[in-house]
């Protein structure tokens, strides 16, 4: 059945989307709110990405031009970067994702609802399950999480740091500690990998419990998904969109398997 109407418009917009580039507007037009026009750009968008990429596509009123950022050997392909996207960004918007270990700018998400999750869990009494969730509306009110929303981590900082450290400021304002001896305030909530370990016992625990339970809902452990890439044959048997999803399923487990192993310490 040929396509036609709004179908026809959809698959012609599919396909024009991941090979287009944003026009770049001037200073008045971007004051005015106005959107930035897609264009088609021949030969850039043959271009291929990938996060340790070995050149850069730049913009100017006059000109765009692919500059390399390292000596490019003859005969190796040249790169472009599409952004600092995980690989669920990267099959969402332009169909493939890379091997792990290649996407360093690879994250995994902890649902918002499962750090409240856990925190119920790990309640002891009624009256803690009640002053949970007031502090659970309260972090709504402040917009700082949502039943939709996530923490996303990636491999070497916490990407929504500002959203999950006032989380767990606010979840546990009867201690008022989130450093080892060091009172909350301003400018301690840069979670990075080295900091992590640095959490007081009760946030780690909340972390890590938020951590199990989201990988608990992958319905696969992480040894099963390691044996089938280990296995040429097994992996050569999955179509293209299997082996892109468990691309996309195993970057996001290591991850949080990262993230326990740094909250054990």
Known sequence: MPYSGMCMYICIYVCFLPTSFQELLDEEEEEEGKPSPLVMVPLADLLN????????????PEHLQMVATRTIPKGQEVFNTYGKLSNWQLLHMYGFAEPYPGNTNDAADIPMLTLLQAALEGAKTEEERKLTLEQWAYLCGLEMVGEEGAFVIGWEDVLTEEELYVSLK????????????????????????????????????????AALLTLEAYGSDLKAEEEVLQQAQAYAQLSPRERHALQVRYGKKKILHQLLQLLSG
Do not use: D, M, Y
Request: proline share 8%; with cysteine; charged share 15%.
């Open 49 to 60: 990405h990938v996060a340790n990429h070995n050149a850069n596509l730049e913009f100017s």
């Open 170 to 209: 606010v979840g546990e304002w009867p201690r008022r500690i989130f450093w080892h001896g060091t009172q909350c305030g301003a400018g301690a909530s840069r979670l990075t990998k080295a900091a992590l370990p640095a959490l007081a016992p009760p946030w780690k625990r909340l972390l890590s419990n």
